[in-house]
């Protein structure tokens, strides 16, 4: 079967209100920001917090009543997981889901909130992949590929028509790259409506799979990434064609541009995106020049962030930005110094955090002692004139990690 643009219309007439048609909207500040006119699809405000549900839904859908009556599994550490929960559930099929041991434990219960049985088994993924293989066989069950099937790539590409009904004239359409079935599916679409569109696929540049793929070179992918959803060692056999074919450009983006991305969209947007639904604005950030001036669509497609993970997030970009400094200050180790510095801190609008006399693990002489502040601030300028201030008061100070 070759997927058509008809195939992505009858998708998304099957699926019309039963996953959220999500906003598509301009950004007035990150236009301004990027230089380019930028619209975003917010997919991380579907009920399960991520685009998967469009697929998953196709693919259940799909099965015979006989099939339903069996149930379905799918394998999962993520979005995919909950995605087919929460559809087999509405449509009353039973649902099995195998995720690895490593998966948060709130996705493992947010799963089996939506009734179906959840086993955990393996340390990673193929062993876990391969158990779900196995039981799909013993009880005969449909299973829900995450990304390579062709109802799932069907399905997914009914975001591209949603875009393109609402801004006609994209230019661009920046998709966040795994195993290929969301690029895949939206390719089809964008292209077949409009084909002077440019499709920009963006990936992690610690798993960049799909791009090595199209490059004919081994796949070399490791280590942590914030871009979880879309940390996949290789690309689907059906979604690699398909992106060799229709998209135009991979890119790759570092771990702190993703999260300096998640960020922007918090405080300017005031939408929660997880890392992986957060690499199309990284792309923009990162390589402004191949999309000024031009109308650009960016999907945002998951938003389930670990809370630890978003506050390491917040905290990080205050210190880069310089609204949190840890600072070191020496003082003489007599009563009164310390409400001295102080004072001074708060004379130049400062704000204490936290503060910590280091007596016995250092190096100045018995007289003096250091003290390590945590302060707030209102930036980079800000920071330096309190310092400044500090030094010009006698007080040597400097700053305990760099911004």
Known sequence: MTITLEDIRKASELICGQVAHTPCSYSRKLSEMMGAEVILKFENLQFVGAFKERGALVKLLSLTPEQRQKGAIAMSAGNHAQAVAYQAQRLGILATIVMPHFTPNAKVERTRSFGAEVILHGEILDETFGLAQQIAQERQLCIVPPYDDEKIITGQGTIALEMLAAYPDLEVLVVPVGGGGLIAGNAIAAKSLNPNIKIVGVQTARFPSMLQALEGKPTTCGGSTIADGIAIKAPGKLTLPIVQKLVDKILLVDEGDIEESVRLL???????????????LAALLVHRQLFAGRKVG???????????TLSSIIQRSLVRSGRLARL????????????????????????????????????LPLQLTEVEFVLQTRGLQHLQQIIDTLIERGFQSSLKCGV
């Open 266 to 280: 918090l405080e300017l947007e005031k939408t929660v995106v997880e890392g992986a639904g957060a690499v199309g």
């Open 298 to 308: 960016v999907i945002l497609s998951g938003g389930n962030i670990d809370l630890l």
């Open 328 to 363: 070191c200050v020496q003082i003489r180790d007599v009563p009164g110094a310390l409400s001295q510095v102080t004072r001074c801190i708060g004379d130049v609008g400062g704000n204490i955090v936290e503060l910590h006399h280091q007596r016995a693990f250092s190096s």
